[in-house]
T-cell receptor, first 113, second 112 residues
Framework: AQTVTQSQPEMSVQEAETVTLSCTYD???????LFWYKQPPSRQMILVIR????KQQNATENRFSVNFQKAAKSFSLKISDSQLGDAAMYFC??????????WGAGTKLIIKP | GAGVSQSPSNKVTEKGKDVELRCDPI?????LYWYRQRLGQGLEFLIY????????KSGLPSDRFSAERTGESVSTLTIQRTQQEDSAVYLC??????????FGQGTRLTVV
């Protein structure tokens, strides 16, 4: 069965520093999509970044980048130059040819001013 | 519409009453999900609709919960005989067949 694991319930980082959130997944498929979503206190879920498994290059969106290790089934999110507005719950998700999204339990990110 | 719309945004109901939550997905999105999220917790999968396929109801916690969707349009989640443990935020998301999920703002349900 497809599973997504986020082993860090909570992480904290000093403002302007870099933080990495971990995510591992399990799928038997060779082609799939991976996502990181952010949920601030407003509770609106927002897509942060996506990665297609067939692409070897790691996705990057401004201060957000991923370290995609396909063989290890690892998909970590790096946030550079952390800002107060980055404080939120972060969820990792995987979608394969079954199409259904499978979610991790989330990591609460705290930004210390 | 421009995004996924959920109504009501907040609902307070008495224990034992039935409630109906509504989700208007993005036009053209074939897939629709319902999730339950308790305070500070992750997404608890409830039900998944994909086009005209039979829905995946494996996440519904009890037979008090049901959901319907006609084609690729509006979906309703019904909770019968509400209990206090049903209090949570109920989130709806829609996607094309595969790809980014777009979420509504959720319905905060409080059972008193």
């Amino acid at each position: 069965a497809q599973t997504v694991t986020q082993s860090q319930p909570e992480m904290s980082v000093q403002e302007a520093e870099t933080v990495t959130l971990s995510c591992t997944y399990d799928t038997s498929e060779s082609d799939y999509y991976l996502f990181w979503y952010k949920q601030p206190p407003s509770r609106q879920m927002i897509l942060v970044i996506r990665q297609e498994a067939y692409k070897q290059q790691n996705a990057t969106e401004n201060r957000f980048s991923v370290n995609f290790q396909k063989a290890a089934k690892s998909f970590s999110l790096k946030i550079s130059d952390s800002q107060l507005g980055d404080a939120a719950m972060y969820f990792c998700a995987c979608q394969d040819s079954n199409y259904q999204l499978i979610w991790g339990a989330g990591t609460k990110l705290i930004i210390k001013p | 519409g421009a995004g996924v719309s959920q109504s009501p945004s907040n609902k307070v109901t008495e224990k034992g009453k039935d409630v109906e939550l509504r989700c208007d997905p993005i036009s053209g999105h074939t897939a629709l999900y319902w999730y339950r999220q308790r305070l500070g917790q992750g997404l608890e999968f409830l039900i998944y609709f994909q086009g005209n396929s039979a829905p995946d109801k494996s996440g519904l916690p009890s037979d008090r919960f049901s959901a319907e969707r006609t084609g690729e349009s509006v979906s309703t989640l019904t909770i019968q005989r509400t209990q206090q443990e049903d209090s949570a935020v109920y989130l709806c998301a829609s996607t094309e067949v595969i790809g980014e999920a777009f979420f509504g703002q959720g319905t905060r349900l409080t059972v008193v």
